[in-house]
């Protein structure tokens, strides 16, 4: 083999290993953030309470009013373990009603039930605000959520059979097989025939 052969497969060999290493370091992200949505699972996030409202003491509001917002009867009772202001509070309005901000509950053994329960309740309404309540997830699983969400529409347009795996996947039949995706833009593509399957560390 002459010095050139060599130098070049030694090149190979180098690009290789880096391939692997990038896959296994994604292989590794995804499991962090696993790791980091299941911490969360116990969280409810409550989106849109005036601020104020709580008085001077926001644990014992949220332990008190949480199950009448959500008319939800907790069994074991509701516990909460933290309750903090999460999130940009907005400025005065020009009306002169209060800002409101994002409030950030943790509920011990509940979270999920909460989060599950109130998506099927009446809107919560306190005076001109509609209070939400929802899952808490990672950064990067509640983006992948949102760009999942985005591809329904066009999904339900071209009659794809399809699917949620939670907290953040998605199921597609093609041509009699069912795939699973972890990334939006891989399902993108393989509902539009650019690829045949998913990654498979995915």
């Not at 009446?122 to 969400?149: N, V």
Request: hydrophobic share 30%; with cysteine.
């Amino acid at each position: 083999m002459s010095g050139l052969d060599q130098r070049v497969a030694t090149v190979e060999t180098q690009v290789a290993s880096w391939t692997d290493r990038d896959q296994e370091l994604l292989y590794l992200r995804s499991k962090l953030i696993d790791l980091e949505d299941r911490s969360r699972r116990n969280n409810v996030r409550l989106l849109g309470f005036p601020e104020g409202i709580e008085g001077a003491d926001l644990f014992s509001y949220l332990r008190e009013t949480l199950p009448k917002l959500t008319e939800i009867t907790f069994d074991p009772p509701c516990g909460i373990s933290k309750g903090t202001q999460a999130g940009p509070q907005a400025g005065p309005q020009e009306t002169g009603t209060p800002p409101s901000y994002h409030s950030l509950l943790a509920a011990t053994h509940v979270g999920s039930q909460t989060a599950t329960g109130s998506q099927n309740a009446r809107p919560i309404q306190i005076g001109h605000l509609e209070i939400r309540i929802s899952a808490d997830f990672s950064k990067e699983t509640a983006e992948r959520r949102k760009a999942f969400l985005s591809l329904r529409s066009r999904l339900c347009q071209l009659n794809v059979k399809f699917g949620p795996f939670e907290p953040a996947r998605m199921w597609i039949t093609k041509n009699g097989e069912s795939q699973n995706f972890y990334d939006p833009e891989i399902c993108k593509c393989f509902w539009m025939g650019y690829m045949t399957s998913p990654t498979p560390w995915k």
